[in-house]
């Protein structure tokens, strides 16, 4: 683990009033830049002094980038609204339980009172190696030091490794892709909306990060359609201690049935690979069996093929199978219906 | 040193070599389109000589036993190049668009485009050793009369000097390049494959120190950054309308007789059939 040192380098700071000021500042200094959030995966890098920034722009002051608004028969959710308000509020908990479970999930009390649901989907990954600031490929080098017959990988990827074997730690994200949530991006070149299951990145596409925004980039606003808004759905994270920790993986579902019978399903499990994973095959397959445990057994096989374990992780292999099991049978589902 | 290198820190807080600077990758993009450009403008600008046609016409009379079409490369050689070509593109393109910003999953597709080319030249290698003229393609202290013959004929002289035997100077020349480049860069990938999860061989990143990983990587870079500099060149070259006749022998496999006579010395390459035999007896 790094020693977190008690005085960040020195940087300029920038609070910027609008998003056309951030977005302003952002094209000014290009990649010397660097957008704070709630603050929560920033101080560990300043801290740490593996990130050394010469710019800083606060977010904090944008009151356009706050706040959870009806729109379109879904939501948008400002992209610096709090964790606490995103579970706190009405319109989620009433329609879009996956998320306020997912929210509720993340971290401690301070923490989601401090972080942001666009720092949650956005946060680097937690891969120690990577952020003790060593040279491997995430950070530009030419090695995973995860990934080799001595590392220590217990909380790093079953799938989708390629060179980087690290995973993405969000709560949120796997409950927004199970939503058919969008992600608006403001840039330099105007607004683009992104479907969150592809605003997610793996290592193949881009080593060095997690998510397709672009230096000058930023993330304003979450849309969450009405298309599952009451369905039934399954949120459930696996972790080390009940509080404050990292998913080992979660498993996120919204299902649609017909007495006995899955009509619908998205199903997206995360902390497996550097994206959370969207389980189409399986989605595919379950759609029009009956919801029971026949149907998840075979699921739960379907869901891990492929997987490769790395030394200390295949116990990620059963837990996955397990809890995509777990959110076909819906066990303990959390229903709004 | 930033500009050429980039460099790392160890766990153990040694500096390590990591690899080349991608702004080299633009330095031979720039160096390959300043070439194409300037050799561009010579040939339009130069007083190069142009055999009048006359001259072909007597020597095409003086050969009535030649076929109108010489064979210059078999199917098999053909086949070689395009397979290579491909592999080539397909290496270069998925190593540099990603850097050059255009994002994808480019690693799978890289190294299995770097066995097809590693298959393709070993095939050529076995290929060339005991089925073609071995030596036809290389150049040596031999070929300095053709070096000086072919800089003044570019310089508008009329030079009776040595003309080429099956393949021109120009072509023996890029073939060296290529040879110690290409094997530069398949050497070094093949070694950087066993860092990445494939199909064919065991992962281990620790087989090398992190030093000489470094400088696997940065052989690979270099060598990979010349290659966009003589792609471009030899692109350049095959699309040029007085080199079109070579490219399209690489296509059909031919050149007609008034090709062969007008740029080849027929003493050096020897036409098999013709009951003319020199020091370069293998001719297809």
């Not at chain 1, 649901?117 to 937690?126: A, C, K, P």
């Not at chain 1, 881009?206 to 369905?231: K, N, S």
């Not at chain 2, 597709?109 to 393709?120: D, F, I, K, Q, Y």
Request: with cysteine; net charge positive; hydrophobic share 45%.
């Amino acid at each position: 683990m790094a020693v977190i040192r008690d005085v960040m380098p020195a940087f300029e700071l920038f609070q910027p009033a609008s998003s056309t000021d951030a977005l302003s500042l952002l094209d000014r200094y290009g990649n010397d830049a660097w957008i704070l959030g709630g603050g929560l995966d920033s101080f560990d890098w300043l801290k740490d002094r593996i990130k050394r920034p010469r710019y800083v722009i606060d977010l904090s002051g944008i009151d356009e980038l706050k706040g959870i608004r009806e729109r379109g028969g879904g939501i948008e959710i400002g992209a610096m609204t709090t964790l606490t308000e995103v579970v706190r509020h009405p319109v989620v908990r009433q329609r879009y339980a996956i998320l306020m479970e997912a929210a509720e999930a993340a971290a401690s009390p301070q923490i989601r009172n401090q972080g942001t649901i666009g720092g949650n989907v956005s946060q680097d990954t937690r891969c120690w190696y990577y952020r003790s600031g060593w040279s491997c490929y995430r950070a530009g080098g030419n090695i995973c030091y995860a990934d080799t017959p001595d590392s220590i990988n217990r909380e790093h990827a079953i799938l989708g490794a390629d060179r980087c074997v690290a995973v993405n730690p969000s709560d949120t994200a796997p409950a927004l892709i199970t939503l058919g949530a969008s992600m608006v991006i403001r840039g330099g070149s105007g607004e683009r909306i992104v479907d969150a299951e592809d605003y997610f990145i793996g290592p193949g596409t881009d080593i060095t990060r997690m998510t397709v925004l672009r230096p000058g980039e930023l993330l304003t606003a979450i849309r969450i359609p009405g298309d599952w808004a009451g369905a039934t759905f399954y949120f459930e994270k696996i972790r080390d201690r009940q509080v404050w920790d990292f998913a080992l993986v979660s498993v996120a579902a919204a299902t649609v049935t017909a007495g006995e019978t899955i009509q619908n399903m998205r199903l997206v499990v995360n902390a497996v690979a550097a994206r959370p994973q969207r389980l189409i095959r399986v989605e595919e397959f379950v759609k029009g069996k009956p919801r029971n445990e026949a149907t998840a057994d075979a699921a739960g096989e379907m869901a891990i093929e492929g997987a490769q374990p790395l030394r200390f992780n295949a116990y990620k292999v059963p837990l996955m199978r397990n809890l995509v099991k777990r959110a076909i049978r819906g066990v303990g589902e959390w229903t709004t219906s | 040193m930033d500009y050429f290198l980039t460099f790392g820190h160890s766990p153990w807080g040694q500096q390590i070599l990591t690899h080349v600077s991608w702004n080299l990758m633009w330095a031979s993009l720039f160096a390959g389109v300043a070439f194409l450009v300037a050799h561009a403008s010579y040939m339009v600008l130069s007083a190069h000589r142009k055999r009048h046609p006359d001259e072909t016409d007597a020597m095409e009379a003086a050969r009535p036993d030649l076929p109108q079409r010489i064979k210059r490369h078999s199917g098999a050689a053909r086949a070689f190049h395009w397979v290579m070509a491909a592999s080539m593109f397909t290496l270069l393109l998925t190593a540099f668009l990603p850097i050059a910003g255009v994002k994808f999953a480019w690693v799978q597709w890289h190294w299995m485009a770097g066995v097809v080319l590693t298959t393709s030249i070993l095939f050529h290698v076995i290929h060339a050793s005991f089925w073609l003229d071995f030596w036809s393609i290389w150049v040596g202290p031999k070929d300095l009369p053709e070096l000086r013959a072919e800089v003044m004929r570019e310089l508008g002289h009329d030079i009776p000097g040595p003309k080429p035997g099956k393949y021109p100077l120009g072509n023996r020349l890029y073939h060296l390049a290529l040879v110690v480049v290409g094997l530069s860069v398949i050497a070094s990938g093949l070694t950087m494959m066993v860092r990445v999860r494939t199909a064919l061989l065991p992962r281990n990143p620790y087989l090398f120190s992190d030093s000489t990983w470094g400088f696997v990587y940065v052989t690979h870079g270099v060598a990979g950054v010349a290659l966009v500099g003589l792609v471009i060149a030899h692109v350049y070259f095959a699309v040029r309308p007085e080199k079109w006749w070579i490219t399209k022998g690489m296509i059909v496999g031919w050149i007609t007789r008034r090709q062969y006579l007008e740029h080849h010395d027929p003493q050096r390459w020897i036409v098999a059939g013709t009951g003319r035999r020199g020091s370069e007896t293998q001719s297809l």
